[in-house]
């Protein structure tokens, strides 16, 4: 659905008219905003299948940090793989991997552990790799790409639309004081209902993500 189209169906809700534009009004703007307090609260509480993405990253002999450009700092890295090897890179503590590089043995060679280390100017995050790489190989690194904020009437939500409406609803209940019929407690329990359910079925296109090993 487009940022509109939720807009619209949150509007239909409160029985309000319907808008062509967003901007349109000072309160079709208003409910714009809770629909992005929706959409951030609703993006955050799951890694959603339609936010993974992944990222290559050809490494450099002798450089350990690589940036994910454009990543932000809502998302977060899954895994990454070594492509060139074959091999499963794990994630450590970024202290961990600060420890084992101050010692000389092995410092530079195949990466085997990767840290989230910063977050630089742009706002993405960059990985650090241990060992140093000494060759030029190719990383594919899986992420969650938490999007930014819904701006233009024709912006597409990838996250379920459910949620989203029924939370927006609910803060705009909330804001308004009195409904007459539903209240924003009400109308924030559904919505966490609602949540749940489109959890529960993203985590049926991924059932490898929610098995749990005895470690």
């Known amino acids: 659905m487009t940022y509109l189209n939720i807009v619209n169906a949150v509007l239909r809700r409160l029985r309000e008219e319907q808008v062509t534009t967003i901007a ?7 409910v714009g905003d ?3 307090d929706a959409k951030r609260q609703v993006e955050d509480a799951w890694d959603w299948t339609a936010l993974r993405t992944t990222y290559t990253v050809n490494t450099v002999s002798g450089t350990a940090a690589y940036a994910l450009s454009g990543l932000g ?14 091999a499963y890179i794990k994630q450590e503590s970024l202290q961990r991997i600060r420890e084992l590089a101050l010692g000389t043995d092995n410092a530079i060679g195949t990466p085997y552990y990767f ?12 990985i650090r790799f241990y ?16 999007t930014v904020d819904l701006e233009n009437d024709s912006d597409v939500l990838l996250i379920p639309a459910s949620p989203v ?22 109308q924030t329990l ?12 993203d985590a049926n296109l991924n ?7 005895t470690v």
Request: net charge negative; glycine share 6%; aromatic share 10%.
């Open 24 to 30: 349109e009004s000072d309160y079709s703007q208003l």
């Open 73 to 86: 700092t809502r998302s977060n890295v899954l895994y990454i793989h070594n492509e060139t090897d074959n």
């Open 115 to 126: 840290a989230i280390e910063s977050i630089d100017s742009n706002g993405d995050a960059n």
């Open 190 to 201: 559904y919505a966490k209902e609602e949540l749940t359910n489109a959890i529960a079925h």
């Open 207 to 213: 059932p490898e993500g929610n098995l749990w090993t």
């Open 131 to 146: 060992q140093t790489p000494n060759s030029a190989k190719t990383m594919s690194v899986y992420t969650v790409k938490r």
């Open 34 to 36: 809770f629909v992005n």
């Open 165 to 186: 409406i029924q939370y927006a609803y609910a803060f705009a209940l909330r804001e308004r004081g009195e409904t007459g019929g539903q209240s924003a407690v009400e």
